[in-house]
């Protein structure tokens, strides 16, 4: 399983390479949509290059919860803990 710190550089490496997110604004207290620039559109491919990237199925309920960096960090490390019991 993979780390907290490398499930963020993942997370920030997708956001800086798709989204052109300024890596100086990845920070895990950084807000989605307000902080990053990201619309909801966005924030849907997000999830879908992380799911296919990590293999991992990310729920509605799930997203609903996702608002800041760390969040999505959060349910990354959740999920992955959960698929490796």
Do not use: H, W
């Not at 989605?32 to 990590?54: G, K, P, T």
């Not at 729920?59 to 959060?74: E, N, S």
Request: with cysteine.
């Amino acid at each position: 399983m993979k780390t907290r710190e490398e499930i963020l550089k993942a997370i920030t490496d997708v956001l800086a390479g798709e989204f052109e997110c300024d890596p100086a604004k990845l920070v895990p207290e950084a807000r989605l949509y307000e902080d990053l620039n990201l619309d909801s559109i966005d924030a849907v491919d997000l999830v879908v290059l992380l799911q296919q990237q990590s293999g991992l199925k990310v729920t509605a309920d799930d997203f609903k919860a996702i608002r800041t960096l760390g969040d999505v960090v959060d349910v990354i490390a959740r999920l992955a803990s959960e698929q490796a019991k």
